[in-house]
């Protein structure tokens, strides 16, 4: 499987479009990614880099007074949760790649272009 971004997915910020378009590589590195080392590598990367994301979206939305702002930063909140639990199961020594990767798949392709596409009707209007 692999998670396919498109041009569609774009919010109209150059910088949180490059993080998204990241964020849909780090995804598939993940999704190949054959042992329990490079699932650790790309982890470490994918929550980085997350983190690093929502700062940056979280500033443009305050900075345009976007009105979804608490519930955006909710959700992104929940996946930091996830990402967080995940992680500290890795760090246990279980490793259920599954349930990353499900995680990862469903943010990329529901977060990105469903809840990030009202930044982006907001952004343009």
Not at 43 to 61: D, G, I, P, S
């Amino acid at each position: 499987m692999n998670v396919e971004w498109k041009d569609d997915y774009k919010i109209g910020h150059e910088a949180i479009d490059e993080q998204h378009q990241n964020l849909f590589k780090l995804t598939n590195a993940l999704m190949v990614a054959n042992d329990v080392d490079a699932v650790r590598n790309v982890m470490v990367q994918l929550y980085k880099h997350t983190r690093e994301h929502f700062e940056l979206e979280e500033a443009v939305m305050r900075h345009y007074k976007f009105p979804e702002l608490l519930s955006h930063t909710e959700s992104h909140n929940r996946l930091l949760a996830n990402l967080n639990q995940i992680s500290e199961e890795v760090g246990r020594g279980r490793l259920d790649k599954t349930s990353l990767v499900q995680l990862m798949t469903e943010w990329s392709l529901h977060h990105v272009p469903k809840d990030d596409a009202r930044l982006a009707s907001f952004l343009t209007s």
